[in-house]
């Protein structure tokens, strides 16, 4: 049996399930039927993490999670997020009145009581992080919210926020190509016992292989705006993406497996959340549990997929304005 991996009081199978593209992201989102078939397919197969937030389909997703397993809401640590939103708008809003009607909102369309980890999905740099965790913290007393986590914020960032109050997450894009949370945020994570949680596990799906024909992704992906995704950056990267598979090749796995047991072997205390639309590729993603790799494949995608060897930065500038990081 796999062992578990804490998040903050929690312990939860370590790879987690994003459930963001099952409501938006990377073109429309699949039939009901299919995501129903994901999720509760999901908590069977050993799930015990789902991510969501008020933002993936402007509540769409928080309402489907809670439609769709909230029956089952003992069986699975849920976490949600704020502060990408205001009602059914979306607005980078981190203001105390803000974050706490979103998670009013967000309760009501879970279809519970208590969310079990709340993250400030964006710092609002307008006012300052103390506040805006502050008011999480105004929820944890309120019995609203367990625990509270941050995403895409700095280490600096991160230390202001776990003196106004303990953090117990903080997530950030991780993966063998945008290696940013190692300059930072990954050791102050340690240092001050916050798991660190990687979201886009699978590079967003290319390091699944799952995108070898970028002119085919669909109206309104967001991939479509990526510069990794775009003419000759995306056809270095298809480069890099057979060498990669060689290495999944030789280490019996899938690509999306060798992703997710890197992380799960680079720091014991990492937690992944991998998103589908697939039920297939979900099965596939927690099976990467039970995949071990040799120090020397670890070296190998050391130095085959890394920020040097990836062309193309994550985010166009105007996305990357939205994020506090010290890429
Ligand atoms: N805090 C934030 O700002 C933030 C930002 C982004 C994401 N997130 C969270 O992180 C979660 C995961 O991130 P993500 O969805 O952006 O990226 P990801 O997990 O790296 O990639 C998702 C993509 O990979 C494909 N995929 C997954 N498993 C596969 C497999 N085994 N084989 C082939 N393709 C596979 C999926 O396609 P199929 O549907 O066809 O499987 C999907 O298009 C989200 O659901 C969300 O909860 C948080």
Known sequence: MTATRKVGPFDVFPIGLGCMSLSHAYGPPPPREQAERVLKGALD?????????AFYGLGHNETLVGEVLGDRRNDFVLASKCGLSRGDQRELNGSPEVLKATCEDSLRRLKTDVIDLYYLHRWDKRIPIEESVGALADLVREGKIRTIGL??????TLRRAHATHPIAALQTEYSPWTRNPEIAVLEACRELGVTFVAFSPVGRGFLAGGVMDASALAEGDFRVGMPRFQGEAFAANLNLLSQFKAIADDAGCTLAQLCLAWLMQKDPTIVSIPGTTSPDHMLEN?????????????????TTVNGSTVTGPRYAPAMQASVDTED
């Open 151 to 156: 995403s895409e914020v700095s280490a600096p």
């Open 45 to 53: 197969a050993g799930y015990n993490f789902f991510d969501t937030a």
């Open 286 to 302: 927690a099976l990467a549990a039970r995949v071990t790799l040799s120090a020397a494949v670890m070296a190998r995608i050391e």
